[in-house]
């Protein structure tokens, strides 16, 4: 069983900061990729900032500049540190990983619960 547990999230006054942190825990052999995703009610939920499988990163065009992702691989855990916080960043912010379980199980994708990231102005 594996799960992605966030945490971080919460009220924050524009211009400020945040750091959201995301464990992924239970039976892992490897994970490919791994990182954050956005969505606000009746949008398509949104990439933020991803490692890829080939450990390079990737950050939407809107949060370049102002989010750094990374990871601390002897944890499973990677972080997301965002400045420079817009009214526009409040969505709920979702912990994503393909990994595989076992070597013998196939990459899965899997997600955290969600946490509220809400930008007042």
């Known amino acids: 069983q594996v799960q992605l547990v966030e945490s971080g999230g919460g009220l924050v006054q524009a211009g400020g900061s945040l750091r959201l942190s995301c464990a992924a825990s239970g039976s892992i052999f490897s994970i490919n990729a791994m990182g954050w995703y956005r969505q606000v009610p009746g949008n398509q939920r949104e990439l933020v900032a991803a490692?890829?499988?080939?450990?390079?990163?990737n950050y939407a065009d809107s949060v370049k500049g102002r989010a750094t992702i990374s990871r601390d691989g002897a944890k499973n855990t990677v972080y997301l540190q965002m400045n420079s916080l817009k009214p526009e960043d409040t969505a709920v912010y979702y912990c994503n990983a393909d990994l595989q379980s076992s070597w013998y199980v196939p990459t899965t994708t899997y997600w955290g619960q969600g946490t509220q990231v809400t930008v007042s102005s």
């Open positions: 490692f890829t499988s080939d450990g390079s990163t």
